[in-house]
Nanobody
Framework: HVQLVESGGGSVQAGGSLGLSCAYSGFTSSTYYMAWFRQAPGKEREGVAAIYLGGGTTYYHTSVKGRFTISRDNGNNTLYLQMNSLKPEDTATYYC?????????????????WGQGTQVTV
């Protein structure tokens, strides 16, 4: 079965950097999209970045474009999110997600598999 386990959250000052990792298992990577979502208290979960594991094509929410980088290491079954120039409004619980898809999405409704989340505080 599909398992996603995030790590790497923490506290950082505004303007700083933080990296998140998501170890995944239980699916064939080349046919899946994976994504990072975040949810702040009292707000809806929003998609931050997505990547097609087969070809590596990436997609970003406008609020993080140029600051965040999503990447993957299919050999080690790990998804990454490098976050630079962090702002207080980036504070949230960050989740990795995965699903079989042929097109990109930053909608939480399009992903069935989720990690447990990791807290990022700026």
């Amino acid at each position: 079965h599909v398992q996603l386990v995030e790590s790497g959250g923490g506290s950082v000052q505004a303007g700083g950097s933080l990296g998140l990792s998501c170890a995944y298992s239980g699916f064939t990577s080349s046919t899946y999209y994976m994504a990072w979502f975040r949810q702040a208290p009292g707000k809806e979960r929003e998609g931050v970045a997505a990547i097609y594991l087969g070809g590596g094509t990436t997609y970003y929410h406008t609020s993080v474009k140029g600051r965040f980088t999503i990447s993957r290491d299919n050999g080690n079954n790990t998804l990454y999110l490098q976050m630079n120039s962090l702002k207080p409004e980036d504070t949230a619980t960050y989740y990795c997600a995965a699903d079989f898809r042929w097109s990109p999405s930053l909608s939480s409704a399009d992903f069935r598999y989720w990690g447990q989340g990791t807290q990022v505080t700026v």
